[in-house]
């Protein structure tokens, strides 16, 4: 009433005069600051408001013994779209007290009508919220901006417990969303974890204590002077578990994913600022990077048609295409994509200066032919682990075993068991190969098995076969040379013997390496 009575009686001006007075002498015998953190800063929203807004919200739901009490019981309770989680909030103007390296400060959420609707770009809320803050005087200069930090960083993480990860993709090529964004987002939902990902365990084991030491290494890498980023490369023949490790490790992890089509990249400065525009904790990703962009001088086209891009490469200017570029309008490099990103763009973008703006990044490459690669994208610093995904081993039959059939240790016959270690090399089946034999026969365990056994058994006697056919053909074409060389100088016949082992050499390794290929394929 009282409230009333002098809105009414004293004029506005004097009010405020009178208040501003007030206020001044308060400040002066107060041995508090005050800090205002309004939800909407002129025309952005404040950044800071929603970390404070997210922060209490833990430490009001929060249990533990150090958590700030509230002066209330009443919280405000909201769930995000697509959110798992409900957040606890301030109740309007509610009080709430925390505690951060011993000092002890008070937060008050004050929610006061908008006044008039003041010109704007875009329609503002109709209540003006804002967080204050008190810190006794004395503690200010020492806490605020560690304190700050530390809530900026925690209401983070609790932004990444709550949300489903978002997959972010640049497919839209180089335009930009109405928030000037480059990114589009999705929910990402994969369940590929650890858990399920079938592969030699001490190198599971040795890859997410790696990842632990990342996401735990601020510190090491802060005394070390390095940018706190780590890169993976992930290379084996098609479907053995390179996109599913890349689902694992942002599960692992909690990070966000950044799936990178260079081929929708057009320039060097585009892709910087893609990268600009990644947040921390997240994982870079380009899949298939040797038919990305042409990264080698060769001019092999690749099978994946539409995945090339032609290009021109630091080094390697007969690489451009155009008019003039080898192969017509059937070119596979002359695909009409004037995509100019070089190497040294892809370099620096990994290990440049402009890798290390915003931190705590991992890059993951994934190829299925390793030796494609420019030694320069191989070379240590910048993919810092090289991970084979191989065929399916033995240690890694018996995770797929577990979790499609639900077998464990113990479960199936010994006799079995030798007959499966005894292919299963041999074989050369991919985990995925392997897991669709046991999708299809997952009602019925022991056919399950019987058919694996099968499909190894004859995977392996295709594959000596080949093998034998290949040794064959490498023999004849060895004997072939040796005729034409004798031929060609009848003088060097004598040399004949060591020049011809170092032939063989090379034959079997060509042969080798068709071999893998063929693999791939299969
Ligand atoms: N190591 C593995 N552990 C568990 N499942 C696997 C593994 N490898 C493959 N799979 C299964 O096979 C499917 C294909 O695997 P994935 O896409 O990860 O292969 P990839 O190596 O990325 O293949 P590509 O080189 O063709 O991209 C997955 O859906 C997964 O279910
Ligand atoms: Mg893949």
Same mark, same amino acid.
Request: proline share 4%; aromatic share 8%; net charge negative.
């Given at each position: 009433?009282?409230?009333?009575?002098?809105?009414?009686?004293?004029?506005?001006?004097?009010?405020?005069?009178?208040?501003?007075?007030?206020?001044?002498?308060?400040?002066?015998?107060?041995?508090?600051?005050?800090?205002?953190?309004?939800?909407?800063?002129?025309?952005?929203?404040?950044?800071?408001?929603?970390?404070?807004?997210?922060?209490?919200?833990?430490?009001?739901?929060?249990?533990?013994?150090?958590?700030?009490?509230?002066?209330?019981?009443?919280?405000?309770?909201?769930?995000?779209?697509?959110?798992?989680?409900?957040?606890?909030?301030?109740?309007?103007?509610?009080?709430?007290?925390?505690?951060?390296?011993?000092?002890?400060?008070?937060?008050?959420?004050?929610?006061?009508?908008?006044?008039?609707?003041?010109?704007?770009?875009?329609?503002?809320?109709?209540?003006?919220?804002?967080?204050?803050?008190?810190?006794?005087?004395?503690?200010?200069?020492?806490?605020?901006?560690?304190?700050?930090?530390?809530?900026?960083?925690?209401?983070?993480?609790?932004?990444?417990?709550?949300?489903?990860?978002?997959?972010?993709?640049?497919?839209?090529?180089?335009?930009?969303?109405?928030?000037?964004?480059?990114?589009?987002?999705?929910?990402?939902?994969h369940p590929s974890t650890?858990d399920t990902l079938a592969m030699?365990?001490?190198?599971?084991?040795?890859?997410?204590?790696?990842?632990?030491?990342?996401?735990?290494?601020?510190?090491?890498?802060?005394?070390?002077?390095?940018?706190?980023?780590?890169?993976?490369?992930?290379?084996?023949?098609p479907g053995t578990g390179?996109s599913s490790?890349?689902a694992?490790?942002?599960?692992?992890?909690?990070?966000?994913?950044? !799936?990178? +089509?260079?081929?929708?990249? @057009?320039?060097?400065?585009? /892709?910087?600022? &893609? $990268?600009?525009? #990644?947040?921390?904790?997240?994982?870079?990703?380009?899949?298939?990077?040797?038919?990305?962009?042409?990264?080698?001088?060769?001019?092999?086209?690749?099978?994946?048609?539409?995945?090339?891009?032609?290009?021109?490469?630091?080094?390697?200017?007969?690489?451009?295409?155009?008019?003039?570029?080898?192969?017509?309008?059937? !070119?596979? +490099?002359?695909?009409?994509? @004037?995509?100019?990103?070089? /190497?040294?763009? &892809? $370099?620096?973008? #990994?290990?440049?200066?402009?890798?290390?703006?915003?931190?705590?990044?991992?890059?993951?490459?994934?190829?299925?032919?390793?030796?494609?690669?420019?030694?320069?994208?191989?070379?240590?610093?910048?993919?810092?682990?090289?991970?084979?995904?191989?065929y399916c081993?033995?240690?890694s039959l018996k995770i797929l075993l577990k979790n499609y059939l639900g077998y464990?240790?113990?479960d199936i016959?010994?006799?079995?068991?030798?007959?499966l270690?005894?292919?299963i090399?041999?074989a050369?089946m991919t985990p995925a190969d392997i897991s669709e034999v046991l999708i299809k026969n997952r009602r019925d365990n022991d056919k399950a098995l019987r058919e694996l056994l099968e499909a190894l058994?004859i995977r392996?006697?295709?594959?000596?076969?080949?093998?034998?056919?290949?040794?064959?053909?490498?023999?004849?074409?060895?004997?072939?040379?040796?005729?034409?060389?004798?031929?060609?100088?009848?003088?060097?016949?004598?040399?004949?013997?060591?020049?011809?082992?170092?032939?063989?050499?090379?034959?079997?390794?060509?042969?080798?390496?068709?071999?893998?290929?063929?693999?791939?394929?299969?």
């Open positions: 009433f009282c409230q009333t009575l002098l809105h009414t009686v004293i004029p506005p001006e004097l009010r405020f005069a009178v208040l501003k007075l007030f206020q001044r002498l308060f400040n002066c015998f107060s041995s508090y600051c005050y800090y205002e953190i309004t939800e909407i800063d002129g025309v952005n929203t404040n950044e800071l408001y929603n970390a404070v807004q997210l922060y209490l919200s833990s430490s009001a739901s929060s249990t533990t013994p150090s958590a700030a009490a509230t002066s209330s019981n009443r919280l405000s309770l909201t769930r995000g779209l697509n959110s798992s989680a409900i957040t606890f909030g301030l109740a309007n103007n509610d009080r709430l007290s925390d505690v951060f390296n011993g000092v002890s400060v008070v937060w008050e959420h004050i929610v006061t009508p908008r006044q008039s609707q003041t010109f704007s770009w875009r329609p503002l809320p109709e209540e003006k919220r804002g967080f204050t803050l008190r810190i006794n005087k004395k503690d200010k200069t020492h806490i605020l901006e560690a304190y700050l930090d530390f809530i900026t960083e925690k209401a983070n993480e609790i932004r990444r417990k709550n949300q489903d990860r978002l997959l972010y993709t640049n497919s839209r090529g180089g335009s930009l969303d109405s928030r000037g964004h480059p990114w589009e987002s999705v929910p990402f939902k650890f030699d365990p001490a190198k599971k084991a040795e890859i997410m204590s790696d990842l632990r030491d990342f996401a735990d290494g601020q510190a090491f890498y802060k005394r070390t002077g390095r940018a706190w980023k780590r890169g993976y490369l992930l290379y084996g023949p390179k490790m890349i694992a490790m942002a599960n692992f992890l909690g990070y966000d994913i950044y !799936d990178l +089509e260079l081929t929708e990249v @057009n320039t060097n400065s585009e /892709l910087r600022k &893609l $990268l600009m525009k #990644t947040s921390s904790k997240s994982i870079i990703v380009i899949e298939d990077i040797d038919c990305s962009i042409n990264l080698t001088n060769r001019k092999k086209s690749n099978n994946s048609g539409g995945r090339t891009s032609g290009g021109s490469f630091d080094g390697g200017s007969d690489m451009r295409t155009g008019p003039g570029a080898p192969g017509g309008p059937g !070119d596979p +490099e002359n695909n009409g994509n @004037n995509n100019s990103i070089t /190497l040294s763009g &892809l $370099l620096n973008f #990994t290990d440049g200066l402009w890798s290390c703006c915003g931190s705590e990044r991992i890059f993951v490459f994934t190829t299925n032919h390793i030796e494609k690669l420019d030694p320069a994208l191989l070379r240590s610093g910048r993919m810092d682990m090289h991970v084979f995904m191989s081993s033995f240690p464990d240790d113990g016959e010994t006799e079995i068991l030798e007959k270690s005894e292919v090399e041999e050369e058994r392996a006697e295709k594959k000596r076969l080949v093998n034998r056919r290949r040794r064959m053909e490498a023999d004849v074409e060895e004997i072939a040379e040796e005729e034409k060389r004798a031929l060609d100088s009848p003088k060097e016949v004598g040399g004949v013997a060591t020049g011809g082992g170092d032939d063989v050499e090379v034959n079997y390794k060509k042969g080798g390496k068709e071999g893998e290929e063929d693999n791939g394929i299969n």
